[in-house]
């Protein structure tokens, strides 16, 4: 074997690693287009969506607390609440969630509890992040499932979403008098 030469079964795992990464990232952009969505209705760009094995888009979310006066309205609910209504079925196993912001404590716990499999995330959320940044609520091995977690799918661009979002809001606070 030449020194250009891959072993076959390191060329087949880096090619199936890369095709996983543009899967994460095509799904990422639907979630992306539901967090803009949400920023357009005046709510925190956050999106959703639960993708399953054959790669269908079988529910949609995104933050409507404002819209809807509701403080569990986070996309990743709303997302569940749609795939769970198209199932017919509350257990969500199969299923990959994709998602802008890492999930706080209130949505990793229902990701635990409708049992997905997977959540792709973009950004870190360091004020409530529950998956990596302040918790491990995904992993937890004292749960009763568990899921995989695999963050940082176009942090730049849903991070920049959220600067966005609050830029003009903070420069607002900090001028009231404008």
């Known amino acids: 074997m030449t020194s250009s030469e891959k072993p076959t079964a390191f ?8 095709q996983a990464l543009t899967r994460d990232a095509s799904f990422m952009r639907v979630a992306i287009e539901e967090a803009v969505a949400a920023a357009n209705s005046g709510d925190v760009p956050v999106g959703a969506v639960l993708v399953d094995a ?3 888009i ?3 979310g995104r933050n409507r607390r404002e819209l809807l006066q509701d403080p569990t309205a986070h996309a990743e609910v709303e997302a569940l609440r749609d795939a769970a209504r198209q199932r017919g ?14 999930p ?5 716990g229902a990701l635990v509890n409708a049992r997905v499999s997977r959540l792709v995330y973009g950004c870190t959320d360091p004020k409530a992040g529950a998956v990596d940044t ?3 609520i995904g992993r ?3 749960l009763n499932h568990r899921y995989e977690v695999q963050g940082g799918v176009l ?6 979403l959220l600067r966005a979002f609050f830029a003009p809001r903070r420069k607002e606070k900090a001028d009231p008098g404008r």
């Open 155 to 160: 942090t730049d661009e849903c991070a920049g």
């Open 104 to 108: 706080c404590p209130m949505c990793a």
């Open 11 to 18: 060329a087949d795992a880096a090619t199936a690693d890369e």
């Open 140 to 142: 937890d091995l004292r």
């Open 54 to 56: 054959a790669g269908m």
């Open 58 to 60: 079988v529910g949609r």
């Open 134 to 136: 302040l918790f491990t």
């Open 89 to 102: 079925a509350w257990r969500l196993a199969g299923l990959t969630v994709y998602v802008t912001l890492e």
